[in-house]
C-alpha cells in the first residue's frame, strides 16, 4: 500500500513519520510545495521540535517515508491521500474573522481529482468545518475522469504540539469518518482503520458518519479551551478573594466527573488551533441560525483574550503605573513548553501591549528563533542604518534577559525555568524587583524569601 500526504506541517510531518514507523510495509510519501520545509524534512535540523521526533523520522526516512516537493507522482502512486494543509481562519470577504478558509484544501482537491488515473480513498486529516467533505467530493467528482471514484473520509487530528509522538503512539482514540451508509464508504473506512490498526487497539478505533467526525473535531478543541477559560474566569475571583486557583482546581478536579485535565490557569491559551477552531464553531452557528450557540462559545474567545490583557495591566499598574524605559525580562515565548511554535502565543499579545507602554523587552526562550520573537511581536531588529532595535532584546541567556530589569514575565512553562538561580536574578534586577507569573509554576514563598514582590495568577 501507498499513502501520501499534502502538507508537511506540524500535523502532516509528525503523523505520516509514525505511520511509517509503525507499518514498515506501507510506503508513506509527504508532499508540500514549501520547499525549504521538505529540505528541512530530509536533514538533520527538522522543521517542527518535538520530543522522540527526530528518532521516529531517522527510523523510518529513506526506508518507507519519504519527504518531496513532487506532489504529482506522490498523488499517482498513492492508494490513499491525506490531506493535511493549513485551514486558517478567513481575512477577507464573507466570514472574515471567523470562517475557515478553505482555499488550500479546495487546491488539494483539485490536484487529486487532476493527477488520479484511478479511485483513492482522500482522507481529511486538516480540522475542517462540518460538512466540508460535500464541497471536497463535488470538486472531485467534477474534475475527474469517468470511472474513477474517490471516497472521502474525515480522520481528524487530536495531537497536542509538545507531545505529538507521545500521543501518537498512543491515542485515546482514533476517529474515522466516511459514508457508513454504503459498502464502499464502508469499505474506505475499514481500509484506513487497518492502517491506524497496525499499533492501536482496535476499540480506540472509533468509526462515525463524515459529519460527526468533523464537528467532533470542532467540539473537541471548543471543550478544552473552555475549561482553561473557565479556570482563568475563576482565577480572577481567586485574586479578589483569596482563594487560590490552584487549589480550587485540584479541589474540582479529585470529582471524577470533573477530572483534574487542562484546570491549569494561565496567563491564556495559545497555539493555532484553539482559537481558529471556536472562531470556525460561532460561524458555523451563526450560519445555521443559532446566535445563542453562537454567543456562547465567543465567550470563550472573550474571556481568554480577556485574560492576556488583564495580565499585561497588571505588569504595568504594579510597576507604578509606568512601564515607559524600564525593562522587562519575559521567560519564554512559545506558545506552550516543548514547542518553537509561537501561534497565538500569550507572549506575543502581552509583549505588544508592554511596548505600546514603551517598555524594554528583553525576551528569552530556549527553542523559539529571535527572528520568529521579532516578527511576531511586529518589530525589526535594526533600523534603516542597522543600529540594533533598542526595545527588543533577545537573549539566549535567561540570567541575562533579567539583568538590569524591572519586572520578570513568566510566559511558557518551561521546565528550565523552574530550576534557575532566582538569588542571582535578584541581585541582577532593580529594587523593588517584581515577579509575574503567568504559569504559575515558580515557588512563590521561596521567591518572596529571597526579597521578590510577587504576582501569581489566581491569588498567592
Ligand atoms: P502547517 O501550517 O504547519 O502546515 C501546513 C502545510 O501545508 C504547510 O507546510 C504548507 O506549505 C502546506 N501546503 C499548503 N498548500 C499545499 C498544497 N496544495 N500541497 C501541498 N502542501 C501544501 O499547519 P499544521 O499545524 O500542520 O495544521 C494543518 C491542519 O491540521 C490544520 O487544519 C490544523 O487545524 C490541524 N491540526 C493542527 C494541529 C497542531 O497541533 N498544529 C493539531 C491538530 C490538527
Ligand atoms: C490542542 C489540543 O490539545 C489537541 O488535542 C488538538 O489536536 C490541537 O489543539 C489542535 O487541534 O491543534 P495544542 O494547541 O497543541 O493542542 O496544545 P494544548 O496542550 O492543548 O495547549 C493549548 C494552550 O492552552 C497552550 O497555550 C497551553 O499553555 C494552554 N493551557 C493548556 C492552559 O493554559 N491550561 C491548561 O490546563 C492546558
Known amino acids: 500500500m501507498k499513502i501520501c500526504c499534502l502538507g508537511a506541517g506540524y500535523v502532516g510531518g509528525p503523523t505520516m513519520a509514525m505511520i511509517a514507523y509503525k507499518c514498515s510495509d506501507i510506503t508513506v510519501t509527504v508532499a508540500d510545495i514549501n520547499e525549504a520545509r521538505i529540505n528541512a524534512w530530509n536533514s538533520d535540523e527538522l522543521p517542527v521540535f518535538e520530543p522522540g521526533l527526530d528518532d521516529v523520522v531517522k527510523a523510518a526516512r529513506g526506508r518507507n517515508l519519504f519527504f518531496t516537493t513532487d506532489k504529482v507522482t506522490a498523488i499517482k502512486e498513492a492508494d490513499i491521500i491525506f490531506v493535511s494543509v493549513g485551514t486558517p481562519t478567513k481575512t477577507y470577504g464573507a466570514g472574515a474573522g471567523k470562517a475557515a478558509d478553505l482555499k488550500y484544501i479546495e487546491l488539494c482537491a483539485r490536484d487529486i481529482a487532476e493527477h488520479s488515473d484511478r479511485s483513492k480513498i482522500v482522507v481529511e486529516k486538516s480540522t475542517l468545518p462540518v460538512r466540508t467533505a460535500q464541497g471536497l467530493k463535488t470538486v472531485l467528482s467534477a474534475n475527474t475522469r469517468e ?25 485515546d482514540r482514533v476517529l474515522i469518518g466516511g459514508e457508513e451508509e454504503t459498502e464502499a464508504g464502508r469499505a474506505a473506512i475499514e481500509t484506513l482503520a487497518k492502517v491506524y490498526e497496525y499499533w492501536v487497539p482496535r476499540e480506540n478505533i472509533i468509526t462515525t ?12 478543541n471548543a471543550f478544552l479551551a473552555q475549561r482553561i477559560s473557565s479556570i482563568n474566569s475563576i482565577s480572577a475571583l481567586c485574586e479578589r478573594t483569596g482563594a487560590n486557583v490552584d487549589q480550587v482546581a485540584y479541589a474540582i478536579g479529585r470529582d471524577s ?3 483534574p485535565k487542562f484546570l491549569k490557569a494561565s496567563v491564556g491559551f495559545g497555539g493555532s488551533c484553539f482559537q481558529k477552531d471556536i472562531l470556525n464553531l460561532v460561524y458555523l452557528c451563526e450560519y445555521f441560525g443559532l446566535p445563542d450557540v453562537a454567543a456562547y462559545w465567543e465567550q470563550v474567545i472573550i474571556m481568554n483574550d480577556w485574560q492576556k490583557s488583564r495580565f499585561s495591566q497588571k505588569i504595568v499598574t504594579t510597576l507604578f503605573n509606568t512601564v515607559n524605559g524600564k525593562r522587562i525580562a519575559m521567560l519564554g515565548f512559545a506558545f506552550k513548553k516543548d514547542t518553537n511554535d509561537t501561534r497565538e502565543t500569550a507572549a506575543m499579545y502581552v509583549g505588544r501591549d508592554l511596548l505600546d507602554e514603551q517598555a524594554v523587552l528583553a525576551v528569552h526562550d530556549p527553542k523559539v528563533s529571535r527572528e520568529q520573537i521579532f516578527k511576531d511581536l511586529k518589530e525589526s531588529e535594526t533600523d534603516a542604518e542597522g543600529n540594533p532595535n533598542p526595545l527588543v532584546d533577545i537573549c539566549d541567556d535567561p540570567y541575562e534577559a533579567a539583568k538590569g530589569a524591572h519586572g520578570l514575565a513568566v510566559m511558557t512553562e518551561w521546565d ?3 530550576d534557575l538561580d532566582y538569588k542571582k536574578i535578584y541581585e541582577g534586577m532593580y529594587k523593588p524587583a517584581f515577579i509575574f507569573d503567568g504559569r504559575n509554576i515558580l515557588d512563590h514563598e521561596a521567591l518572596r524569601e529571597i526579597g521578590f514582590e510577587v504576582f501569581a495568577i489566581g491569588g498567592k
Open 209 to 220: 458518519n463524515l459529519w460527526s467526525s468533523e464537528l467532533s473535531k470542532l467540539v473537541a
Open 416 to 418: 528550565s525555568f523552574k
Open 147 to 171: 470511472g474513477i471514484d474517490f471516497q472521502v473520509l474525515s480522520n481528524p487530528e487530536f495531537l497536542a504540539e509538545g507531545t505529538a509522538i507521545e500521543d501518537l503512539e498512543n491515542p
Open 257 to 259: 466527573r470533573i477530572g
